[in-house]
T-cell receptor, first 112, second 111 residues
């Protein structure tokens, strides 16, 4: 597996609390992505980054924000978690953009 | 918006038979089409990909075909084995640095 990790791997939280998920890579890849995976929906892009401090929205960005202050770290924040954000979250990296994406191990988030 | 449709959502085959999964895409500018395999509880992993300047690509028992005119591409697995059982995702790369994934096909190979 490419050098990509996610933390935490599992989290249970309550509605209304803030949550931050971290993606860390050691491959020096320029592009980083956050997806959520839900039954029947496949992988849906939340936000992505094309460089340090350069980010853009994906198809399901409402309720999520991201930050990338270093090449190796990409943070996903749920400012006020809702039950609809219960999901498995995957981070991915690539370089170039139109090449293979390598996925992290995933984070299972449950919002009660 | 751009989307990728994938069919079937589930597929059951006998060991040794072939399996075919089909995808269609909406953005005619898409130029890269990867296929990912995801085993239960694991991360998606690339198994094969194709670019728009190629019509077919093979890797042992796996092949992908692309019809740019019709905007569809397919995954073919021959001589299926129980370890091929997994969820398979197709995807299309947009010229906005994004991959759009299909909704997945759950393949079950029975011994």
């Amino acid at each position: 597996d490419a050098g990509i990790t996610q933390s935490p791997r599992h989290k249970v939280t309550e509605t209304g609390t803030p949550v931050t998920l971290r993606c860390h890579q050691t491959e020096n890849h320029r592009y980083m992505y956050w997806y959520r995976q839900d039954p029947g929906h496949g992988l849906r892009l939340i936000h992505y980054s094309y460089g340090v401090k350069d980010t853009d929205k994906g198809e399901v960005s409402d309720g999520y924000s991201v930050s990338r202050s270093k090449t190796e770290d990409f943070l996903l924040t749920l400012e006020s978690a809702t039950s609809s954000q219960t999901s498995v979250y995957f981070c991915a990296i690539s370089d170039p953009a139109g090449g293979e994406q390598f996925f992290g191990p995933g984070t299972r988030l449950t919002v009660l | 918006g751009e989307n990728v449709e994938q069919h079937p959502s589930t597929l059951s085959v006998q060991e040794g038979d072939s399996a075919v999964i089909k995808c269609t895409y909406s953005d005619s500018a898409s130029n890269y089409f990867p296929w990912y395999k995801q085993e239960l509880g694991k991360r998606p992993q690339l198994i094969i990909d194709i670019r728009s300047n190629v019509g077919e690509k093979k890797d042992q028992r796996i092949a992908v075909t692309l019809n740019k005119t019709a905007k569809h591409f397919s995954l073919h697995i021959t001589e299926t084995q129980p370890e091929d059982s997994a969820v398979y995702f197709c995807a299309a790369f947009l010229n906005t640095d994004k991959l759009i994934f299909g909704t997945g096909t759950r393949l079950q190979v029975f011994p």
